[in-house]
């Protein structure tokens, strides 16, 4: 054995060496880039499940408000009913951007999850939005009639929607809040990720 066999072998055993080490610093690279991907994910399911469970309190506290029995209406016109039926409207009108924001976040979360997660219940809730205006309606429609007892079942029934207590009774009341309760059953488990340390 000449020393340049012994040469030719430790350059053998270097480019090995090197050859190895190359493939050992792409592989924690492609982990780093995997682990890093996964992370940039799940981070922003979570602000997008946090963001969900936020607008759906948010929601739920724009149906009571809408709901709520209760309103600050001048002395003068406490015999109204236009008057009172359209300040409810205007309790309706207020959440538009609200709602707006709950869809637009309801169609990003379910594009980031790859599936309709929380679609269902948040078209429960804007047709429950819709029931409340056109129960406004209604009512403005009867008062205007003059003829209250003739629509006396059409006025059950929309008082039913426009104002609710929120007890067992409240059918209405109680099929809005199980629309929200489900939107943060949904959203929850993603919102509670915790990036690896």
Known sequence: MTSSDVFE?????????????????VAIAYWQLKATREAVSNTRRAQLAEEMIVLAGR?????????NPFGSIPQD???????????????????????????????RMDAVLGYDATKDYVIELFNARSNIAMAIEELIDIEAS??????????????????GRWSEKDEFGQKL????????????????WQPRK
């Open 77 to 107: 016109r406490l015999r109204d009913k236009k008057f009172i039926y359209e300040k409810r409207y205007e309790r309706v009108s207020e959440s538009n951007e609200l709602f707006a924001s709950l869809r637009e976040t309801q169609i």
């Open 59 to 67: 929601v739920e506290d724009a149906f009571r408000h809408m709901r």
């Open 146 to 163: 003059g003829n209250s007892e003739r629509y006396a079942d059409a006025w059950k029934n929309a008082h039913l929607v426009l104002y």
């Open 9 to 25: 072998g430790i350059a053998s055993v270097a480019q090995l060496g090197m050859v190895f080490a190359v493939g050992l610093g």
């Open 177 to 192: 809040l199980k629309a929200t309760r489900r939107i943060r059953e949904i959203a929850s488990p993603f919102a509670s």
